[in-house]
């Protein structure tokens, strides 16, 4: 080969090398400057599927009970109005981060719950232990609450993971790292799993996952923030709701993960939608409750409530009656359609972390009882529909959880060491 | 012995090889640097500082490491030293350079025994002296195969590079002096520099040549504020061979050996073509068995291991017991860049639980699953998926096994 003719073929050589590096970055991306673009997608992790299970992926129990996250606990739990404490199991959380706690969830298999020093257990309805699970790698523990079905258990924690675990025996089924954190809850709907996810700059995604392998089917658009509100689906829409702490609110396609259509807001989501006749109520920082149309994303109404606030609203069936908690130290009753507030019960209680519970009162056929903490050690039964006092009953300790009925039973996770009561 | 002789009479003939094996040695003194700042090495050598890291092919490293203190440690560093020093001297000595021949393959094979205790010493800059090293101290044709190789370093390198990660400049280990859009120039040029004009460093032409030369030297003192000390100094000194001959050209008119055209036209010998195809053998490897070599650790033991992507990863190591099962958090000590995510970090990670659990019969199994992306990607794939870690006799190739 001559000289010429090896310069040649360099020259050629060249441009191969000048086409792979337009292949490789085309818009001449700066990581520095333009981060955001290179990763302009959430990320999608790959499962770990340890000991296969297969099950149904219909929710027998989750956080707020539903895919619309109502708030209202089915039928079969009627706790009466006087409830006193039966049990008071073991400390758990130790109060490592201020958020609110993981709450219960219950069904006919257990009562499961995680604490924020990063253990999750499984206990019998008395409050014995069954089994246990540990996760690491997290300052904060376990913030979100479990969701159930047949045979498995669901829980999301702060060392950025999903887990999928046999409800029977607590063996890890598969995990998926989907985040960096996660402090929402998972949720059970249409047959999947979804979960929405935290990670460091840029921030937040909602992933729907295969609930029996674990695998990712689809992330959504950055959410612009750490997202702390639990997701919620509408199935009339089939779209998912959430917040994130960007201040933006999403509905995301339950098909692709495609937006279709969010809105800003001047403060921080956290709370968890409610889903409601084809309506989104959620809170916000900005100090209001918003009420959106699920497929058109125009506003319904929203009404002023003194204080930021990350509760969810909770319905009470039957009426047109919404409940929440706010920081200004009341329950207050909302008109779901136009959002007119039509009672307030004045508590004083201006921790804004806490939402309310519905159940049937046993004792008046067609009425409902709202559960809701009142003052710091104090759980107070109210008339659903009236915010009317009927009951209150002092506590062990303090909660920012949500307490869980489960026939006549009401369980809720105390703050710091003070442990898991039950009340019948 | 004879051919060991013909090896140390062959360096002695010629004057550039002499000065070749003084600056190889010197190679070591930089290690001595490299390997004593901030305690690198005792810390590294000591169980009570460092993850116990070791490479496959040695899984009891860490118990080897524990049979000396941080002091023997130390002084053991301070014998290579003074080693270094004595080898160094011995190249003044051209009545009897066997001396010098001997101490620095002594100092190779030294530096390899340490080197190969820890896995925490892994990277590129030991890789191409020890190629070099034993090219000069075992090989015929010395001079040809080492510029070759030489050449081949960059090329190989060059083509590590070919990503968003170098070429956005998110593999930076620290931020540079440019920025922006020179930044990002600069980055293509590197490219074009060692897959172009490299060839630039065996061309006949001597102009070319030195500029060639002239840009690698830029080159390195440039990375010097990123990369550090070592990595340029390492670079200086095996080039030194290129420098020696442009300076001899200069000084004494002797035209320097430059093999671009007798290898383009297959002149060269069979030991020189059948080094550069092993080399390329070793580089093909890793991406012969796993898709992104920068997301593997045992699998590219055998490739230059460029620092060419950050990575992020999650671990999954799960004890599990009959009634309770727990997560269990991964390498705790401080890792380097480098390592944070390399597999066999994990592997030794739970190589040594396994180790340990032998005394805890509750532990039914040892299960292990790594997640790892480029800093650049979306997808975390799963480099690692092991049901029953302590069952595999020698875990840390279970990377390479289990594929």
Redesign the interface.
């Known amino acids: 080969m001559k000289l010429k003719t090896f310069h040649l073929l360099l020259a050629v050589f060249s441009l191969i090398i000048l086409t792979m590096i337009y292949l490789n970055n085309p818009k001449f991306l700066m990581y520095q400057s333009q981060y955001y673009e290179i990763i302009n997608k959430p990320y999608v992790s790959d499962s770990a599927l340890l000991s296969p299970l297969k099950s149904s992926c219909q929710a027998t129990s989750q956080y707020r009970y539903n895919e619309a996250r109502t708030g209202v606990a089915p039928s079969s739990a009627k706790p009466k109005a006087k409830v006193k404490v039966i049990q008071h199991y073991f400390p758990f959380n130790v109060d490592i981060h201020g958020a609110s706690k993981s709450s219960p969830t219950v069904d006919d298999s257990g009562v499961y719950l995680g604490s924020d020093t990063g253990w999750f257990w499984k206990l019998d309805h008395d409050g014995q232990k069954i089994w246990s699970f540990y996760v690491p790698g997290s300052k904060n523990g376990i913030h979100g609450s479990a969701a159930l079905d047949d045979k498995k258990v669901y829980i999301a924690t702060y060392n950025g993971f999903i887990y999928a675990l046999d409800k029977n025996n607590g063996q890890l089924v598969w995990a998926n790292p989907v985040g960096q954190y996660v402090g929402a809850s998972p949720l059970l709907a249409d047959g999947s799993l979804y979960i929405a996810a935290e990670t460091s700059h840029p921030d937040g995604l909602l992933a729907k996952l295969d609930c029996n392998t674990g695998q990712t089917l689809w992330v959504s658009e950055w959410l612009g923030g750490h997202s702390h509100s639990s997701p919620s689906y509408s199935k009339k829409s089939e779209a998912l709701l959430v917040g994130a702490n960007s201040g933006r609110f999403f509905s995301i396609a339950n098909s692709d993960g495609t937006t279709l259509w969010k809105e800003q807001f001047k403060g921080q989501i956290k709370g968890t939608p409610l889903v409601w006749d084809g309506t989104a109520y959620f809170s916000s920082w900005d100090k209001y409750y918003h009420a959106y149309d699920i497929k058109t994303g125009k506003e319904r109404w929203s009404t002023f409530m003194g204080g930021r606030n990350q509760t969810s609203l909770t319905l009470v069936p039957g009426s047109k009656v919404g409940i929440a908690n706010s920081k200004v130290g009341e329950i207050v009753g909302l008109n779901l359609e136009d959002g007119e507030i039509l009672w307030r019960l004045r508590h004083g209680d201006r921790n804004h972390q806490f939402s309310v519970l519905v159940t049937e009162d046993p004792d008046r056929a067609g009425e409902f009882l709202a559960w809701s903490r009142c003052k710091e050690f104090q759980l107070c039964t109210l008339d659903a529909k009236t915010g009317k006092l009927i009951n209150n009953i002092d506590l062990p300790g303090s909660f920012t959880s949500v307490p869980f009925a489960w026939k006549n039973r009401i369980y809720i996770s105390l703050d710091r060491d003070q442990g898991l009561i039950i009340l019948e | 012995m004879t051919y060991l002789k013909a090896q140390i009479k062959t360096i002695s003939s010629k004057p550039n090889l002499i000065w070749y094996g003084f600056f190889l040695s010197l190679t070591h003194l930089w290690t001595f640097f490299y390997w004593n700042k901030n305690n690198f090495f005792v810390n590294s050598q000591s169980s009570n500082n460092a993850e116990p890291i070791c490479f496959p092919f040695f899984p009891d490293c860490d118990l080897f490491r524990q049979q000396l203190s941080p002091e023997s440690w130390q002084m053991v560093l301070y014998a290579y030293l003074i080693t270094t020093v004595i080898t160094c001297l011995a190249w003044f000595r051209p009545k009897n350079l066997t001396v010098g021949w001997i101490l620095l393959s002594f100092l190779t094979l030294f530096k390899l025994a340490l080197h190969l205790s820890n896995y925490n010493f892994m990277g590129n800059y030991h890789y191409m002296v020890y190629v070099i090293s034993f090219v000069f101290l075992f090989f015929p044709a010395k001079e040809v195969i080492i510029k070759l190789m030489i050449v081949a370093f960059y090329i190989a390198a060059g083509f590590l590079k070919?990503?968003?990660d170098w070429?956005?400049?998110?593999a930076?280990i620290t931020?540079p002096w440019l920025?922006?859009?020179v930044?990002?120039l600069s980055l293509?040029y590197v490219?074009?520099l060692e897959?172009?004009f490299v060839?630039g460093l065996i061309h006949?032409h001597k102009w070319i040549r030195r500029l060639t030369l002239l840009q690698f030297t830029c080159f390195h003192l440039f990375s010097w504020h990123i990369v550090g000390f070592y990595y340029p100094m390492v670079m200086f000194s095996l080039l030194f061979l290129f420098y020696y001959d442009e300076y001899e050209q200069i000084k004494n008119k002797k035209t320097p050996m430059t093999p671009?055209?007798s290898f383009?036209?297959g002149q060269l010998s069979f030991p020189v073509y059948g080094t550069l195809i092993l080399f390329i053998i070793m580089q093909i490897i890793p991406f012969a068995i796993t898709s992104d070599p920068s997301l593997s650790g045992s699998a590219r033991l055998s490739s230059l291991n460029m620092f060419d992507s950050k990575t992020h990863c999650?671990s999954?190591l799960?004890a599990?017991k009959?009634?309770?099962?727990?997560?269990?958090?991964?390498p705790t000590k401080n890792m380097g860049v480098r390592l944070r995510c390399d597999p066999l970090v994990f592997l030794n990670h739970a190589y040594q639980l396994c180790r340990k659990n032998h005394l805890n019969p509750e532990i039914e199994r040892l299960?292990l699953?790594l997640?790892s992306?480029r800093?650049?990607?979306?997808?975390?794939?799963?480099v690692l998926?092991i049901?029953d870690v302590c069952s595999i006799p020698n875990p840390l190739w279970a990377e390479v096994t289990t594929l």
């Open positions: 070919i990503n968003i070429l956005s400049g998110a930076m931020t920025h922006g859009a930044l990002n293509i490219l074009f897959l172009i060839f006949p671009l055209m383009l036209k999650h999954l799960v599990h009959e009634k309770s099962s727990a997560h269990l958090a991964g299960s699953a997640f992306r800093v650049t990607s979306t997808h975390y794939k799963k998926d049901p």
